[in-house]
């Protein structure tokens, strides 16, 4: 395996915890600001220790007709419980998920992707449409 995206593994958000979870409209009006949530872990949590823990979710867009992807923005999760005292002693822990805002005219996928420092890449899609 030689390719970045040969390793870049997806699944049922529902049974494996994983996979990024992308909430947003089903369809949007063109051109107005919408939110889209994502996260990790939504029905089957995933551990947050400064051992494993998801490092970050990155969202993009691919509008219909386009060949590449837009990055619309990443969430950097940065706090694992790590303290001058050793690993897991902090109270502190960023939890694995955040909202974006975009707009877009035309319609086309939402796509994220998300690491785990243990269990690596991966993906979920989600289509949106222009109302
Ligand atoms: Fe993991």
Redesign the pocket.
């Known amino acids: 395996m030689d390719e970045l995206s040969k390793t870049i593994q997806t699944d049922d958000y529902k049974k494996e915890k994983?996979v990024p979870v992308i909430e947003a409209p089903e369809s949007v009006t063109g051109g107005e600001v919408f939110k889209v949530k994502v996260s990790v872990g939504k029905e089957v949590d995933?551990?947050n220790t400064t051992d494993?823990h998801i490092r970050w979710i990155s969202l993009f867009f691919l509008a219909d007709g386009e060949d590449n992807p837009i990055q619309i923005g990443d969430i950097l999760f940065e706090a694992h419980g790590s303290s001058t005292k050793g690993p897991d002693t902090s109270t502190v822990y960023t939890n694995h998920c955040g909202t974006l805002e975009l707009r877009t005219e035309k319609p086309g996928v939402l796509m994220a992707s998300s690491y785990?420092n243990?269990?690596g890449l991966w993906e979920s899609s989600r289509r949106l449409e222009i109302g």
């Open positions: 994983h995933h551990p494993h785990c243990i269990h």
